[in-house]
């Protein structure tokens, strides 16, 4: 008789040691699993209860589409991911790909490695300014082309900027000078919210049963930040450069 299978959660980094203890892969699901029970060294990546498939006060809604949507600096490279225990961020991630059905939820694009194309998890975020609280509000679905048009300003560290306004004109529909402007807009907004040093609300997650690692605190998130940018670029541009008192930068 076949043996049901005892699904895992295996963070990427450690998929060769889950192998090396017996762990196999299901290309289908994209998940590892243990063929049989009681093989010693996988219990520690025995899987727990899915996450549910709408977090504890999300927005569906919220953010549909793409477009230019750039993290104020005091968030810098501080993405749910940063926060969220390895195995917690598999059963998560797969909860995000699976209600999406393995499509972008921005351009419909499925995962495709010949065109080094993946399925990543982006978040959407609301700003209270009065309390400089950002909450987490929903978490969806991107393709790395889309993925890489909403963070714009990575993109134009990486060099990869008018490969960025080329997918965001192909669909969107925008025009060049729409476009333009869309970014010039987005760049505004950005700068304003960097103004602010904003207090991390991630409940829709906690609720949820997922376990987070605290995430640095604000006065450390420039220098962060700044060490990520090094890393990403070689040295840190002059646009980069903190703008005085504030520690707003000019690009994300």
Request: proline share 5%; charged share 25%; with cysteine.
């Amino acid at each position: 008789m076949a043996v049901e299978r005892i699904w895992l959660d295996v963070p990427f980094a450690e998929k060769d040691e889950a192998k090396a203890a017996g762990a196999r892969w299901d290309q289908a699901a994209r998940r590892w699993y243990s063929p049989r029970p009681g093989i010693a060294g996988l219990g520690r990546w025995a899987a727990r209860a899915d996450v549910p498939r709408l977090l504890p006060g999300e927005d569906r809604s919220l953010g549909s589409g793409l477009f230019v949507d750039l993290v104020p600096s005091s968030c810098w490279f501080t993405n749910v991911r940063s926060c969220v225990a390895p195995q917690d961020w598999d059963r998560l991630r797969r909860m995000i790909y699976a209600r999406a059905q393995n499509r972008c939820e921005a351009c419909g694009a499925g995962q495709d490695r010949e065109a080094q194309r993946r399925l990543e998890a982006h978040e959407r975020w609301t700003y209270d300014r009065a309390r400089q609280v950002q909450t987490l509000k929903r978490l969806i679905c991107l393709c790395t082309d889309c993925h890489t048009v909403t963070h714009f300003g990575l993109a134009q560290v990486r060099g990869l900027a008018p490969q960025a306004r080329a997918h965001l004109i192909k669909v969107t529909g925008l025009t060049p000078d729409q476009a333009d402007r869309h970014i010039a807009e987005a760049f505004e907004l950005w700068q304003a919210r960097s103004r602010t040093t904003w207090t991390l609300d991630l409940s829709i997650l906690t609720d949820a049963g997922i376990t987070l690692a605290p995430p640095p605190d604000a006065a450390t998130r420039a220098d962060l930040a700044r060490d990520a940018l090094r890393a990403e670029a070689g040295g840190v541009p002059r646009q980069f450069e903190c703008e005085g008192r504030t520690g707003a930068r000019r690009s994300q």
